[in-house]
């Protein structure tokens, strides 16, 4: 391959969530992903977790299968090519290798992609290339890198063109000794200068100067390193160090722009508003309260959660307060009065009140899990409050009162019954087939114990205050459950779909006795 790209930036993202953070107006920062999956465990929950932010952002990637050299057989060849690697192994490990990686192809093709390995590729725009390596022999490194520079400059070359406005997005904000409060910044367009003015996006812009900018040593980490390089200017794409003052109230994920006069400044203030008020969703007063840790983050919770159709009331970047317990307080739809933090701390203050208020706070560092546990929750709560009306209806249904078990004839009548279809519970009336109230269960007891129901199919004892048996009752009678209009009419317009045949049928064996009546 020919190189004509001037070089590759990576960006080592833990899961998903520093990938969102990267965010930049259209989409990711990232023009290609690198998936890296353990060839030995496929496909885990981070992974899924992973490939639905790719989809998301419609970013191109090829899958890194990763600890060839844990393969059972595998003889490592130190920094080979994998080709040249897999030819010199056994036919058992490379089996075992094609066995591995034909899983990886099945589990993305369930997840809508089509993949083969990198060299069996027809045509690169439309499969995903898997590249078996090992970060710690050095195996497959070199086509992997091969494979990113020539998708690199085949696919992306009309989009690898830099402006003469630097652009950037924060990474992370932290404090460095000799510095103070500094920005990890990725510059993913033009350049920046020591003493360029510095826009930051907020709710309301910030405006600097840079004081100091500073990289890494080389082959060192951004993010851990503690030497850094004094330079005078910076070309994009590059991760780098900013100091400057004024950073107090930044926050990871806004956008950058750096302008080198002051006159430029506005204009800059206008762009970088335009970025945060891209994050826009529709306001409803009942819905839900979203808090995250970065606008990214905010920004994919916020399509997520448009997606699933579930309202926002308030969707801001920071930890949970007393004012966001506050405002899901005013929300009068019960599943809707909660928060959901991702990946943000909830102040004491606000965990007393929501525990007062009775306000649900859901936490989690992994957006869709979040989202899961909410709906999870939702169902839960809406089959509980389906079960508290059920528990207030009047079910129907019908019972025998079985010969040679009559207990005691009145005041109370004890009998043993065979509940023939629906549910019987204490205090329901019962009707005779001629529509005369007979009288109501007082208890249910099976052997010998109290209940609180009885179910089609059981053989139960029941006492009632009202009838004596052998006069208004008698073994052998049929009765039925004296259900109210109202309660019927809540059963078939609610819960129809809980009602089997058999309740259908006792419902309308009702209508035809109380219609005689």
């Not at 990198?118 to 050095?138: L, N, Y």
């Not at 309260?289 to 399509?303: F, Q, R, W």
């Not at 009047?394 to 065979?418: H, M, N, Q």
Request: overall charge neutral.
């Amino acid at each position: 391959i020919k190189l004509t790209v001037p070089g590759l930036l990576f960006v080592d993202t833990p899961g998903h969530a520093a990938f969102v953070t990267l965010r930049k107006r259209g989409g990711a920062v990232s023009d290609l992903a690198i998936l890296v999956i353990d060839i030995n465990e496929g496909f885990k929950e981070q992974t899924d977790e992973s490939l639905k932010i790719l989809r998301e952002y419609k970013t191109p990637f090829v899958v890194a299968a990763t600890k060839i050299d844990r393969i059972t057989g595998w003889k490592p060849l130190e920094n080979a090519c994998f080709v040249d690697s897999f030819n010199r192994q056994s036919e058992l490990a490379r089996e075992e290798l094609e066995k591995l990686l034909y899983r990886l192809v099945s589990q993305l093709a369930e997840r809508g992609f089509d993949s083969e390995r990198f060299d069996r590729v027809e045509d690169f725009t439309k499969q995903v290339a898997i590249i078996p390596c090992s970060g710690k022999t050095g195996e497959g490194i070199p086509e992997l890198l091969a494979i990113l520079c020539g998708l690199a400059q085949q696919f992306l070359k009309d989009r690898l063109k830099v402006s003469e406005i630097g652009r950037g997005t924060i990474l992370e904000v932290k404090e460095v000794r000799g510095f103070g409060l500094t920005i990890d910044v990725i510059l993913y367009d033009g350049s920046a200068r020591r003493g360029d003015y510095l826009v930051i996006g907020g709710k309301e812009p910030i405006v600097t100067k840079v004081k100091a900018l500073l990289i890494p040593r080389p082959l060192q980490e951004l993010r851990v390193e503690k030497q850094f390089e004094h330079i005078e200017e910076i070309h994009a794409a590059a991760g780098i160090k900013i100091a400057a003052p004024n950073l107090e109230n930044v926050i990871a994920g806004s956008p950058i722009i750096f302008v080198k006069s002051e006159k430029d400044v506005e204009r800059a203030k206008a762009l970088v508003q335009a970025e945060i008020e891209e994050v826009e969703f529709s306001k409803e007063i009942n819905g839900v309260i979203v808090k995250a840790d970065t606008l990214g983050s905010l920004e994919a919770l916020i399509k997520l959660l448009s997606e699933e159709n579930i309202p926002i009331r308030k969707a801001e970047v920071g930890n949970v307060k007393k004012d966001d317990v506050i405002e899901a307080s005013n929300v009068s739809d019960n599943l809707r009065k909660v928060i959901l933090a991702f990946n943000v701390k909830v102040l004491e203050d606000a965990k007393t009140l929501a525990k007062d208020l009775k306000i649900e706070i859901f936490q989690n560092n992994i957006i869709y899990r979040l989202i899961e546990d909410y709906k999870e929750w939702c169902f839960k709560r809406k089959e509980r409050e389906i079960q508290e009306k059920l528990e207030k209806l009047t079910w129907p249904a019908k019972i025998k009162l079985l010969p040679g078990f009559v207990f005691r004839a009145s005041k109370p009548a004890i009998v043993g019954v065979e509940v023939l279809a629906g549910r019987i519970k204490p205090k329901v009336w019962l009707l005779r087939k001629d529509g005369k109230e007979v009288g109501s269960i007082k208890e249910i007891q099976k052997e010998g114990k109290n209940i609180p129901e009885a179910k089609a199919g059981d053989k139960v004892a029941i006492s009632m205050e009202e009838p004596t048996i052998g006069r208004q009752i008698k073994e052998g009678d049929m009765l039925w459950v004296n259900v109210p209009e109202k309660d019927l009419q809540t059963l078939l317009a609610e819960f129809r779909d809980k009602l089997t045949e058999a309740d259908m049928r006792v419902i309308e064996e009702l209508r035809k006795i109380k219609s005689k009546s």
